[in-house]
């Protein structure tokens, strides 16, 4: 099906959640960048939980909203990605909380 055989409310409603999706990540970036640029380059410890915990969340929701495009379209989404990007934040995440405590046990 080419784009100008779908209907114009679906192409309305496409074209809404490209520019709505696009608009969050790019607040999603912003708040990242001050979380790391800020309160995690002085050490603040909820910081050092919070920029996972946002990475996680971000994941979560990529993947929720693709499990539903899996199951009724003839689609792939990049849920590969997404599972990367999870598993490699909370192996990092895990890293270096165990390089704190080796630097504060000497």
């Known amino acids: 099906m080419s784009w100008s055989e779908v209907p114009a409310d679906i192409q309305t409603l496409i074209t809404f959640l490209n520019a709505y999706s696009g608009g969050v990540l790019i607040v999603f970036c912003v708040v990242m960048a001050v979380l790391l640029l800020v309160p995690y380059r002085q050490g603040a410890g909820w910081a050092i939980y919070a920029v996972p915990s946002l990475l996680l969340v971000y994941c ?16 792939q989404p990049p849920m590969d990605s997404v599972a990367v990007i999870a598993v490699t934040t909370i192996l990092a995440f895990l890293l270096s909380r165990n390089k704190d405590v080796q630097d504060k046990s000497q």
């Open 60 to 75: 979560a929701a990529s993947a929720s909203s693709m499990w539903p495009l899996m199951a009724h379209a003839h689609s």
